[in-house]
């Protein structure tokens, strides 16, 4: 029997969102798709879920073409404990 997850709705929509927001970075900076999955050793297939926000993908894949898109600087930011604002309410 095949086991399934349920994705929590703020979870998909966040995946939906980051999706959104590569397939724009991607088109603002005029690459194709296949310039992308090259670099990021990805297939077509892969990089049209990512761009969809699918979360059967790896972060490890959306970590892969964050880069390639030259946007490396922006995961730096998840989980940066100085922007923790409830996570620093705890430290007071």
Do not use: C
Not at 54 to 61: F, Q
């Amino acid at each position: 029997m095949k086991k399934t997850s349920i994705i929590p709705i703020p979870v998909k929509n966040a995946l939906t969102n980051i999706g959104l927001n590569l397939s724009v970075a991607r088109i603002k900076r005029s690459l194709q798709m296949s310039l992308i999955e090259g670099r990021a050793g990805i297939t077509h297939v892969t990089l049209t879920k990512v761009e969809k926000g699918d979360p059967t993908v790896s972060i490890g894949i959306y970590a892969k073409v964050i880069f390639v898109l030259g946007l490396i600087d922006d995961l730096y930011n998840i989980a940066d404990p100085y922007n923790d604002y409830l996570g620093r309410r705890f430290d007071e």
